[in-house]
């Protein structure tokens, strides 16, 4: 049997100072064996970054004892991962089939021609505004967001605006873009991307715990389980002695 031995990266990583390593070893703590550590590890050196940049990839080699390559397999298979720094959000507006026919392509192509520049629309990933600075703002279309019963959805940094249409969001976006950070539908008030990058790694620092208590369930989502409670339905019980089904046989 062949192991991949880590290897000495040449890539400067001074960027991820003591308070980042620190971070990163509570997180490897959490796990049996080191290498399990790789996607919150991603998320952390993203809240620094605002993305993976081959720093970020060399870091996590050399905290999990992996090879760069092994890093970069994972980093660019999730798009979580962003390889281009993104801005001071993250705007993903959910365009996969039951959305879009509500809607969503259309307030997809309104956000791409109100944030793109010398008539060229805005692409997927790109970013309008320096990456990072107050204001700046990337796009991305993305698959379902498990909101399909709220759609059209966006989401702001993982956070849900719920039942959108081209106007609402392009109202949005332009408050995202004047240093507004509007109410999500549901879940934790807005912060901005590095932060939510940050939570996604485990720390919640700054946060008050109170924050979290926001709304987390929709009427639309809880709607069957009130009708169900209102007309004393129930699921059958499963009997103890039901016989459990047959496996079928190894061949
Ligand atoms: S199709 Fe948009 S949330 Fe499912």
């Not at 080699?61 to 890093?71: N, S, Y």
């Not at 702001?156 to 949005?172: G, I, K, M, R």
């Not at 590095?194 to 924050?211: N, S, V, W």
């Not at 987390?216 to 016989?243: C, F, H, N, Y």
Request: glycine share 8%.
């Amino acid at each position: 049997m062949t192991t991949t031995q880590p290897e000495q990266s040449t890539v400067d990583i001074s960027i991820f100072g003591d308070d980042i390593v620190e971070k990163a070893q509570q997180i490897i703590a959490r796990y049996p064996v080191a290498r399990s550590a790789l996607l919150p590890m991603l998320h952390l050196v993203q809240s620094v970054e605002g993305h993976v940049s081959q720093a970020g990839i060399a870091f996590c080699a050399a905290q999990l004892d992996l090879t760069t390559a092994e890093v970069s397999a994972v980093a660019t298979f999730y798009t979580m991962y962003k390889r281009r720094p993104c801005g001071e959000h993250l705007v993903s507006v959910c365009t996969n089939t039951l959305c879009a026919a509500l809607g969503g392509d259309a307030i997809y192509a309104k956000l791409r021609e109100q944030l793109g520049s010398d008539g060229k629309p805005l692409g997927h990933e790109e970013t309008a505004g320096a990456p990072g600075t107050p204001g700046s703002i990337t796009l991305e279309h993305a698959e379902c967001l498990a909101a399909c019963d709220l759609g059209p959805v966006l989401q702001v940094n993982y956070e849900f605006y719920d039942n959108q249409t081209p106007e609402s969001a392009s109202e949005l976006v332009e408050k995202l873009r004047n240093g507004e950070k509007p109410a999500p539908t549901r879940g934790a008030p807005l912060t901005d991307f590095k932060q939510a990058e940050l939570q996604l790694a485990g720390f919640f620092e700054g946060r008050d715990p109170a924050d979290n208590a926001g709304p987390s369930a929709s009427i639309e989502t809880v709607r069957g389980a009130k009708l169900a409670q209102e007309r004393g339905w129930t699921a059958p019980s499963m009997p103890d002695d039901a016989p459990l089904p047959a496996l079928p046989e190894k061949k």
